[in-house]
């Protein structure tokens, strides 16, 4: 399925609807953080099981008590797209199960 790059005011739009992510360059990053390292360290796995299940795949780090993702998508000459917003999306979805905020 071909992806289309959105345009930086779409971009904003739409991340209205997801607190907390920002649009830095041409990516989208997130920093949650948890109560512990072992915590954070679940939640990477978690994420990397959805970015399996996606197909889509962001950075992501395990930091002190934090988890990080930057996300563009590679095959739209790494413009933001609708994969990174269903991405970003679905992390929100799951982070509350894992104390991240
Ligand atoms: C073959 C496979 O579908 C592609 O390599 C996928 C995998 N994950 C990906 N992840 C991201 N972030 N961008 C892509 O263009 C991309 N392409």
């Known amino acids: 399925m071909p992806v289309e790059p959105l345009s930086r005011t779409e971009i904003e739009a739409r991340l209205a609807e997801l607190p907390g992510w920002t649009l830095d360059g041409d990516r989208l990053t997130r920093t949650y953080r948890l109560g512990s ?5 679940a939640m990477v796995v978690h994420v990397a099981r959805v970015q399996d299940e996606l197909d889509h795949h962001s950075d992501l780090t395990l930091g002190y008590h934090t988890v990080s993702l930057s996300v563009h998508t590679h095959s739209a000459g790494g413009a933001v797209t609708e994969k990174d917003l269903e991405l970003a999306r679905r992390v929100d979805d799951l982070a509350p199960a894992h104390g991240a905020h």
């Open 37 to 41: 390292h072992m915590a954070a360290a």
